[in-house]
């Protein structure tokens, strides 16, 4: 295959993949998975898009290997890469095996095929692209093509799922809609935008009583409107620039931010050591039990190094909270369902990709796209979406830490080329004429 051949395929392969990829998964989580064959069709496209991306790595490790042309740097570069991504799989094989679950193989190699393809155009992609879905699921369930399933809340079934399995369903995708829109808009939004934003979330919350969906969404709405205002935006650049520039004042922001997964794992970790705390109560609390059922989740099934195969039992398309609440073991701390379910290695692999991430994010200036990034751990120590690729595109982000060669590699490359421009500084000090 010619150069220009394959550079020109790789990215229609990645987005021909991915969009398939999402479309399939997306529809997964809706009442269309109640009809015939659609499940067998949502499968058969999943594993469709894993074979198209998947093509699409070994092209990307051809080309890199045809550039190499006997360059001895290049050629390590090429095989730390490659070992790199043998590790990577066979951990992530090893998972899968342990708590039967491949969406973990499928998230990885849609991660590694998107080498080399901007980040910026996957997210408009699939903004489009989730406001398409999220339309079509709502006017499916409004024609009665699909069911609206109505839950109970105070005795009366009032929260509309809106064709989804659940009302925090569509709640949920906004608010990943909401981080795309504001990230990807490289000028503030004018107030009116943003007010109707804020319309479509009381909207969503009046049909779907999702509590948390509509605080998390108004708070993110809310930011961006004071960004909105003109008059506002300029003093408060400066304020934070100033903030940012002190000294001690401002690292602690930077790295605080930046560990913000691992400070809410800390925090996890004292409430569980404490279940009966006056704070485990109140938190547990506001946070409608979902700390008792995490607490629940790691008595019963432990910790392991490699997962464990659970059997959740959520809320799915059953609507009688009595009989749900004999059952329901759904443990909706996405910290805690992926230590439970993927285990230690993926846990631990999952914190350092992501304090990576806002790391960059800080280094680079970059303070509002590192408030939005952050928001998403503050959102997934309730909701359990953190590695779930069909929302939460971000994950994107963490493809050069995945994609380039192994910190190793690179330290070494680095000492060899200080030790060789040592060594041709000091036979240029040699040379010179005394």
Same mark, same amino acid.
Request: proline share 2%; charged share 15%.
């Given at each position: 295959m010619k150069k220009w051949n394959r550079e020109a395929l790789a990215e229609p392969l990645?987005?021909?993949?991915?969009?398939?990829?999402?479309?399939?998964?997306?529809?997964? &989580?809706?009442?269309? &998975?109640?009809?015939?064959?659609? !499940?067998?069709?949502?499968?058969?496209?999943?594993?469709?898009?894993? $074979?198209?991306?998947?093509?699409?790595?070994?092209?990307?490790?051809?080309?890199?290997?045809?550039?190499? *042309?006997?360059?001895?740097?290049?050629?390590?570069?090429?095989? /730390? =890469?490659?070992?790199?991504?043998?590790?990577? /799989?066979?951990?992530? =094989?090893?998972?899968?095996?342990?708590?039967?679950?491949? /969406?973990?193989?499928?998230?990885?190699?849609?991660?590694?095929?998107?080498?080399g393809v901007q980040v910026s155009k996957i997210f408009r992609v699939t903004l489009w692209m989730q406001a398409f879905l999220a339309a079509f699921v709502f006017l499916s369930a409004a024609v009665g093509f699909i069911i609206d399933l109505r839950f109970e809340r105070?005795? $009366?079934?009032?929260?509309?799922?809106?064709?989804?399995w659940f009302p925090s369903y569509i709640m949920s995708y906004y608010f990943f809609v909401?981080?795309?829109?504001?990230?990807?808009?490289?000028?503030?939004?004018? !107030?009116?935008?943003?007010?109707?934003?804020?319309?479509l979330n009381l909207l969503l919350y009046l049909l779907t009583d999702a509590r948390l969906g509509l605080m998390v969404n108004t708070f993110l709405i809310a930011v961006e409107f004071i960004r909105s205002v003109e008059k506002w935006r300029a003093p408060l650049h400066r304020l934070t620039d100033r903030i940012m520039a002190v000294p001690v004042l401002g690292k602690v922001i930077q790295w605080g931010w930046a560990l913000l997964p691992e400070l809410l794992c800390a925090y996890l970790a004292l409430l569980f050591?404490? !279940?009966? /705390?006056?704070l485990a109560q109140k938190t547990d609390y506001l946070l409608s039990n979902? $700390?008792?059922?995490?607490? =629940?989740? =790691?008595?019963?099934?432990?910790? +392991?190094?490699?997962? *464990?195969? $659970?059997?959740? %039992?959520?809320?799915?398309?059953?609507?009688d909270m009595s009989e749900i609440e004999k059952t329901y073991n759904f443990v909706d701390c996405a910290y805690v369902y992926i230590l439970l379910y993927f285990g230690v290695l993926v846990f631990l692999g999952m914190l350092f990709a992501m304090f990576w991430v806002s790391a960059r994010l800080g280094r680079r200036?970059?303070? +509002?796209?590192?408030?939005?990034?952050? %928001?998403?751990?503050?959102?997934?120590?309730?909701? !359990?979406?953190?590695?779930?690729?069909?929302?939460? &595109?971000?994950?994107?982000l963490t493809v050069p830490l995945l994609t380039r060669p192994s910190f190793l590699r690179r330290h070494l490359a680095r000492r060899k080329r200080e030790k060789l421009a040592a060594a041709s500084a000091d036979t240029g000090e040699t040379a010179a004429p005394a």
């Open positions: 990645f987005f021909f993949a991915y969009v398939v990829f999402m479309v399939a998964t997306v529809l997964q &989580t809706t009442m269309y &998975t109640e009809m015939r064959y659609f !499940p067998q069709l949502f499968i058969a496209m999943r594993y469709f898009a894993f $074979i198209v991306a998947a093509f699409k790595v070994l092209l990307d490790l051809y080309g890199d290997l045809k550039k190499v *042309n006997g360059q001895r740097e290049k050629l390590m570069d090429w095989f /730390s =890469v490659v070992i790199k991504y043998i590790l990577m /799989s066979a951990l992530v =094989v090893a998972v899968s095996v342990t708590a039967d679950e491949r /969406s973990l193989a499928f998230l990885l190699v849609i991660l590694l095929a998107a080498r105070g005795g $009366i079934f009032n929260r509309h799922a809106l064709g989804y909401l981080l795309l829109l504001f990230w990807t808009r490289k000028k503030p939004m004018k !107030p009116t935008s943003v007010a109707l934003l804020e319309g050591k404490f !279940p009966i /705390s006056g979902r $700390i008792y059922y995490a607490y =629940v989740g =790691v008595q019963k099934y432990g910790i +392991h190094l490699l997962g *464990n195969n $659970i059997e959740w %039992i959520g809320y799915g398309a059953r609507t200036g970059e303070y +509002h796209k590192c408030f939005l990034y952050g %928001i998403i751990f503050v959102y997934c120590f309730v909701e !359990p979406r953190l590695l779930e690729l069909n929302m939460n &595109t971000f994950l994107f």
